[in-house]
């Protein structure tokens, strides 16, 4: 089936720790997104890519990296430069410039200890 | 700038009590308007686009309708798996790819 899949489900980071969230697709989608959801706020867009080798930042991207070297994945890097990294990340993908939706992965939870 | 809106943040309900959610947004174009389901700790999965004033969808219990400021989600004898947060997005037509989301609605039925 095809599908998102995002890894690991959950993750835990120290202080001063960079950590990488994976996100892949097999729905042969061009874009791609990582959206952070925190309790009682929206989804809000820290990055998205519409094609391979080429990425944009969303609202939020101070404190996040990210890189597009094959159409199926997407991961996102949390640096030590994002203040308040514990959310849950959300990655999806879309084809026709999202005019029929996104597709979301399962999440990954991540806690700094 | 984009702005979405939903109300009320949690609804109780009881078996069979049907009930509507709200989505009111602000965009200068709409693309399209979706809606999501999402259970606790899980990412959301879609439920309907709507993409023209006057355009109904429906899906088992759930018919999404679409007016030019407003979507309504409605719920008709919901039952206790019906229970989940359902989010609301829009895609302006001058935004290539991006939905901006509401903070969602948490539905809860009781049996």
């Known amino acids: 089936d095809g599908g998102i899949t995002q890894s690991p489900k959950y993750l835990f980071r120290k202080e001063g720790q960079n950590v990488t969230l994976s996100c892949e697709q097999n729905l042969n989608h061009d874009a791609m997104y990582w959206y952070r959801q925190d309790p009682g706020q929206g989804l809000r867009l820290i990055y998205y890519s519409q094609i391979v080798n080429d990425f944009q930042k969303g609202d939020i991207a101070e404190g996040y990296s990210v890189s597009r070297e094959k159409k199926e994945s997407f991961p996102l890097t949390v640096t030590s430069a994002q203040k308040n990294p514990t959310a849950f990340y959300l990655c999806?993908?879309?084809?026709?410039?999202?005019?029929?939706?996104?597709?979301f992965g399962s999440g990954t939870r991540l806690t700094v200890v | 700038e984009d702005q979405v809106t939903q109300s009320p943040e949690a609804l109780r309900l009881q078996e069979g009590e049907s009930s509507s959610l709200n989505c009111s947004y602000t965009v200068s174009g709409l693309r399209g308007l979706f809606w999501y389901r999402q259970d606790p700790g899980k990412g959301p999965e879609f439920l309907f686009t709507?993409?023209?004033a006057g355009e109904e969808k429906e899906k088992e219990r759930l018919k999404a309708t679409l007016t030019k400021k407003e979507s309504f989600l409605h719920i008709t004898a919901p039952k206790p798996e019906d229970s989940a947060t359902y989010l609301c997005?829009?895609?302006?037509?001058?935004?290539?790819?991006?939905?901006?989301f509401g903070k969602g609605t948490l539905l809860t039925v009781n049996p």
């Open positions: 709507l993409y023209s």
């Open positions: 997005a829009v895609q302006d037509s001058g935004s290539n790819y991006k939905l901006t």
């Open positions: 999806a993908s879309s084809s026709d410039r999202g005019s029929g939706g996104y597709t």
